[in-house]
């Protein structure tokens, strides 16, 4: 009797034992446990959060290799350090650039541009920024795409001269596409071929069209990707030339334009990466009467609008050169900055320390 009992001690302590690894499985997780899975999630919000706080990796990965940049270019000694990005300017991904030819600082509200006005109310914006000394179209455009004076990237001529070859040194184009960024040229003019060589702008295409079918190239490319474009409307100034500057003619010119940032900011919407994308609005020079070779200031004021992720909306109050455009779509997507450029990053639109900027007159280029 007492083997028997004993057998069936055995028999229980056995099945009890060969229960215990199905308690993992068989029985249901404590409900404590199961809520501190779930009180445990929390713990990933933190994370998430902190990857897209600004660190070195992730800046990096919105951006170029560090072997593409880092052996080839240097970031300038003027530069006291490099400013921690904020969150939101980490998140960019792509800069367009859009410059309206002939537009002159006062003339954005006397058209009046009115898409233009409410992206400056939310963006950082300059009405005294300046183009080079030479204000001419295409040596005034290589200073704002190659971020240095004329004297360094060399176009002296404003009409197409393909025997004088390309802007010289390295620009925008050249810095983004070495670092594997897509680039893209929308242009309203055959001699704009000679700011960038073939071989950096990935996409090229010269539109002679009214200002609506210039944006239309330019949308047609949003879905096929890019991270940094440019768009060019040549209308303001032809229009200047023709009917004088801030003549009605140039107003529609520039209205006209204007409808298109409307659109523009649409299709970003549309296609979701406006708030991934930086938006910067300049010229390349201002004007008078039927003309702008520099004589007046009138030729040199230009607008520089900066709206887009990370952008502090204000009045910028730092000098503002057509040749931080360059400068500050290569630190908006995390490239380092050549050290022949003159232009410098507008960090102050960041709301960042302004580690270098220029003197208060802006006479870089003497
Ligand atoms: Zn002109």
């Known amino acids: 009797m007492k083997r028997r009992l004993f057998l069936i001690v055995v028999l229980l302590f056995l099945q009890g034992c060969s229960s215990v690894p199905a308690l993992w499985g068989a029985k249901p997780f404590p409900a404590e446990k199961l809520s501190s899975l779930f009180e445990a999630t929390p713990t990933f919000t933190p994370t998430a959060v902190a990857s897209s706080t600004p660190s070195p990796t992730a800046v990096a990965t919105a951006t170029p290799s560090p072997t593409a940049t880092a052996t080839t270019f240097f970031v300038a000694p003027t530069f006291a350090f490099t400013p921690t990005p904020a969150p939101s300017l980490a998140s960019i991904k792509r800069v367009i650039i859009v410059s309206f030819d002939g537009l002159r600082a006062d003339a954005v509200e006397a058209a009046p541009m009115v898409n233009l006005i409410g992206m400056m109310k939310t963006g950082a914006y300059s009405l005294t920024a300046q183009t080079i000394n030479y204000a001419v179209m295409l040596s005034a455009h290589a200073s704002m795409l190659s971020g240095m004076c004329q004297s360094k990237h060399g176009v002296d001529w404003d009409v197409p001269a393909y025997y004088k070859g390309y802007s010289k040194g390295v620009d925008i184009f050249d810095l983004a596409h070495a670092a594997g960024l897509k680039t893209v040229m929308i242009v ?79 299709a970003l919407d549309q296609y979701g990466i406006r708030d991934s994308t930086l938006i910067i609005v300049t010229a390349d020079h201002g004007g008078h009467e039927r003309g702008h070779v520099g004589t007046v200031i009138q030729d040199l004021l230009i607008p520089w609008v900066a709206y887009g992720p990370g952008i502090q909306p204000k009045q910028l109050t730092s000098p503002v050169s057509v040749m931080d455009t360059a400068a500050t779509a290569a630190f908006a997507l995390g490239l380092s900055l050549p050290r022949e450029w003159d232009g410098y990053p507008v960090y102050e639109a960041f709301g960042l320390p302004v580690a270098a900027q220029h003197d208060k007159d802006l006479k870089i280029c003497k």
């Open 188 to 266: 309203n003019k055959e001699k704009m071929r000679q700011l960038a060589e073939p071989a950096t702008t990935d996409v090229y295409q010269l539109v002679y069209g009214v200002e609506a079918a210039i944006m239309r190239t330019a949308i047609e490319q949003i879905p096929l990707g890019f991270n940094l474009m440019f768009i060019h409307f040549g209308s303001p100034d032809t229009r200047g030339h023709k009917y004088g500057w801030m003549s009605g003619s140039q107003f529609q010119a520039l209205r006209d334009g204007d409808a298109t940032l409307g659109v523009l900011l649409a």
